[in-house]
């Protein structure tokens, strides 16, 4: 799907002034190629997400060990899941 916008050489929709970060984390060796860089970067955007969902999911269900549900919790946590889905 990417393929018609770019090949692992080339970031072709990468913004011009993401090209030479880019471009440097080729030169420096810390990548072979800019496809590299791109899906270390877009790893770490999912991990960073998927952190902030796992926060939002235990704070919905903060407390619940500890007293009986309310019609509040039940609220949230189905917000949390709507949230969850959205994405």
Do not use: C, W
Not at 41 to 49: D, N, Q
Request: charged share 40%; proline share 3%; hydrophobic share 35%.
């Amino acid at each position: 799907m990417l393929a018609k916008y770019g090949n692992k050489d080339d970031p072709g929709v990468i913004a011009s002034e993401l090209k030479g970060y880019v471009e440097r984390q080729v030169e420096d060796g810390r990548y072979e190629n800019p496809g590299e860089v791109v899906h270390a970067a877009l790893r770490r955007m999912e991990a960073s997400e998927l952190a902030e969902e796992l926060k939002n999911f235990e704070s919905a269900f903060a407390g619940a060990n500890e007293r009986p549900e309310t019609e509040e919790d039940i609220r949230r946590v189905e917000e949390a899941v709507k949230a969850g889905r959205k994405r």
